[in-house]
């Protein structure tokens, strides 16, 4: 089974609102990454965080770590319509030397 | 600067066919990952190759993939005889450094790849 799980899988909102979405681990982290992919691209790689860390921002992006639930969310601040892609959590824990990726939270902004 | 390059974008062959995806990391990255994504498995890594040695190869599905990492700026994966159900994306991402899960990932926009 995944290590990540992303909920909810999918998300449609107006632009400019905010858009949620989290992401469940099962075994103990050293980080966790976020990604984002356009459809028919490859995926772009948007925060890191370390399990020492609670909370990154970069630009409209926030996200948060608690490691003793063992999740994290993604918050995408005022959407806008290029923000539609689908989110991808991956993280290091569970099988050593490489990243595991959840299935993803499809979101849709709607113009 | 040039991302990780993938080709071709998009195959379409016969089963039983040789199929030969190419990636070409980003220039000074030292690790590469080979990947694949299915709406069913989601996505998975096949291999990954630090310093253009294969260090675990423990994702490659079976005897018919192999991949290669011949230098620096190019790897090759290669499934032989091809499959329907090897139908799904392939991505290549490179690292700089060594721990490639402990950096971001940096993906190529894939091969679409269609085993009929």
């Known amino acids: 089974s995944q290590q990540g799980e992303e909920d909810p899988q999918a998300l449609s909102i107006q632009e400019g609102e905010n858009a949620t979405m989290n992401c469940s681990y099962k075994?103990?982290?050293?980080?966790l990454q976020w990604y984002r992919q356009n459809s028919g691209r490859g995926l772009v790689h948007l925060i890191l965080?370390?399990?020492?860390?609670r909370e990154k921002h970069s630009g409209r992006l926030r996200v948060t770590l608690d490691t003793s639930k063992k999740s994290s969310s993604l918050l995408i601040t005022a959407s806008r319509a290029a923000d539609t892609a689908s989110y991808f959590c991956?993280?290091?824990?569970?099988?050593?030397?490489?990243?595991?990726f959840g299935g993803g939270t499809r979101v849709l902004v709607k113009p | 600067d040039a991302g990780v390059i993938q080709s071709p974008r998009h195959e379409v062959t016969e089963m039983g066919q040789e199929v030969t995806l190419r990636c070409k990391p980003i220039?000074?990255?030292?690790?590469l990952f080979w990947y694949r994504q299915t709406m069913m498995r989601g996505l998975e890594l096949l291999i990954y190759?630090?310093?253009?040695?294969?260090?675990?190869d423990s994702g490659m599905p079976e005897d018919r993939f192999s991949a290669k990492m011949p230098n620096a700026s190019f790897s090759t994966l290669k499934i032989q005889p091809s499959e329907p159900r090897d139908s799904a994306v392939y991505f290549c991402?490179?690292?700089?450094?060594?721990?490639?899960?402990?950096?971001?990932?940096?993906f190529g926009d894939g091969t679409r790849l269609s085993i009929l």
């Open positions: 991402a490179s690292t700089p450094g060594g721990q490639g899960w402990t950096q971001p990932q940096h």
């Open positions: 075994t103990s982290i050293n980080n």
């Open positions: 965080i370390r399990s020492n860390e």
């Open positions: 991956a993280t290091d824990g569970a099988a050593g030397n490489k990243l595991t």
């Open positions: 220039s000074g990255h030292n690790s």
């Open positions: 190759f630090n310093n253009n040695v294969p260090i675990d």
